[in-house]
């Protein structure tokens, strides 16, 4: 089992990126998946989770209104749409997936057996 994240950049503040989330060895229809942060100095933290049957979005409270997280089943690709970006998002994103049912969307890390290498972020002008 492989994940990759990727689409991680330089951009201004207020600016925009989409991350992508693929797999090898592994059905995203079966997992739930998170995305995570780590900024330089600080432990990471979980920012958004898609549960399997995608009806249970969850988003930590800094990034609501501004991230959205989606999956294309044919694509087996889970993406992270970030906007009004801030110099604080600047950080490594990791995805990762758990298989805890249905309707988990949590946002601990532990809780995530299956981690992929990460992509840096960049908000600065």
């Known amino acids: ?14 600016g925009s990126l989409r991350l992508s989330c693929t797999a090898s060895g592994l059905t995203f229809e079966d997992y739930t998946i998170g995305w995570f942060r780590q900024a330089a100095g ?4 979980g920012i958004s989770s898609l549960n399997t049957g995608m009806t249970r979005p969850n988003y930590r409270d800094s990034v609501k209104g501004r991230f959205i ?12 749409q970030m906007d009004s970006l801030k110099p604080e998002d600047t950080a490594v994103y990791y995805c990762a997936a758990a298989n805890l049912g249905r309707e988990f969307n949590g946002l601990a890390p532990s809780w995530y057996n299956y981690w992929g290498q ?8």
Do not use: C, F, H, M
């Open 69 to 80: 997280i989606s999956r294309n089943t044919d694509k087996n690709t889970v993406y992270l």
């Open 118 to 125: 990460g992509t840096l972020v960049t908000v600065s002008s």
């Open 1 to 14: 089992l492989q994940l990759q994240a990727s689409g991680g950049g330089l951009v201004q503040p207020g």
């Open 42 to 45: 600080k432990e990471r933290e």
